[in-house]
């Protein structure tokens, strides 16, 4: 079992950044690649961003390239996001997850954090 903490979410101005934490307990989180999605009301859930278990390789949704960087600390099992350049379409519940099998499957969820762009 992995449990993961979200945490960084707020409310910030269009133009600010945010950045968001993700701490695993219960296994390493190096052995693992980890995603970010996010959520609104209505809405099917969106990937974000993706870390490999070594950190050398991530992707992104078009929408946040060049706007937002995924990180890990392996030592401190913890996955970062950067988001700079925020915009009001970026409000959602953010998630992190594990993947647990290729190519795409999250066995591991956090509860969310909520991110709100006001324009």
């Known amino acids: 079992q992995v449990q993961l903490i979200e945490s960084g979410g707020g409310l910030v101005q269009a133009g600010g950044s945010l950045r968001l934490s993700c701490a695993a307990s219960?296994?390493?989180?190096?052995?693992?690649?980890v995603g970010w999605f996010r959520q609104t009301p209505g809405k099917e859930r969106e990937f974000v961003a993706r870390?490999?278990?070594?950190?050398?390789?991530?992707r992104y949704t078009d929408s946040v390239k060049g706007r937002f960087t995924i990180s890990r600390d392996n030592d401190k099992n913890t996955v970062y996001l950067q988001m700079n350049s925020l915009k009001p379409e970026d409000t959602a519940v953010y998630y992190c997850a594990v993947r647990t099998r290729l190519p795409d499957e999250y066995g591991y969820w956090g509860q969310g954090t909520q991110v709100t762009v006001s324009s």
């Open positions: 219960g296994r390493t989180l190096s052995n693992y690649a």
């Open positions: 870390i490999s278990m070594t950190g050398v390789t991530s």
